[in-house]
């Protein structure tokens, strides 16, 4: 009796290319980024069952800092191409180390894999308004 059995994916980063940086545009220091891979924002999840992802906010200026305070980012989902519609996935709590506190918002996120193919963005608010932002993501797909 033979039993087939499928090898799993290996592994697969994914870097989200930033842009060179990006405004908080609103008074209250919002924005939304959606993440994106060259020019395509799709990525195909199905092959994996969770995808880690490793998200960092700074300010270009040495003279800024993030108060964690009140500095907010979470992750968003599109799983319909046919709808603009962002779902909230979760929040990012920020990694804080003792010596960097307010240099940079830096989280990790890992979810499931919930849908075939998947749009990602970052959405936050509580920074600096109007404040330039730079941002920087990652995503580990894993079996």
């Keep these: ?8 994916p290996l592994p697969k980063q994914v870097l989200f290319e930033p842009t060179a940086e990006i405004f908080a545009t ?3 220091g919002a924005f939304h980024f959606p ?19 490793l998200v960092s906010a700074w300010h270009p200026s ?5 108060d964690l305070d009140k500095a907010y980012l979470e992750l968003r989902v599109r799983v319909d191409p046919r709808e603009d519609h962002w779902l909230k996935l979760a929040e990012v709590e920020p990694i804080v180390p003792a010596y960097a506190n307010g240099e940079s918002f830096d989280g990790l996120v890992v979810l499931p894999v919930m849908a075939e193919r998947c749009a990602f963005a970052l959405f936050g608010s509580g920074f600096e308004s109007r404040a330039r932002l730079q941002l920087r993501s990652y995503a580990y797909l894993v079996t």
Excluded at 1 to 8: N, V
Excluded at 38 to 43: K, R
Excluded at 62 to 66: E, F, K, Y
């Design 26 to 28: 609103d008074g209250g």
């Design 62 to 66: 040495p003279q800024r800092s993030i």
């Design 35 to 53: 993440l994106q891979v060259g020019d395509d924002a799709w990525v195909q999840t199905s092959p994996y069952d969770e995808v880690r992802f």
């Design 1 to 8: 009796m033979s039993t087939s059995r499928t090898t799993p």
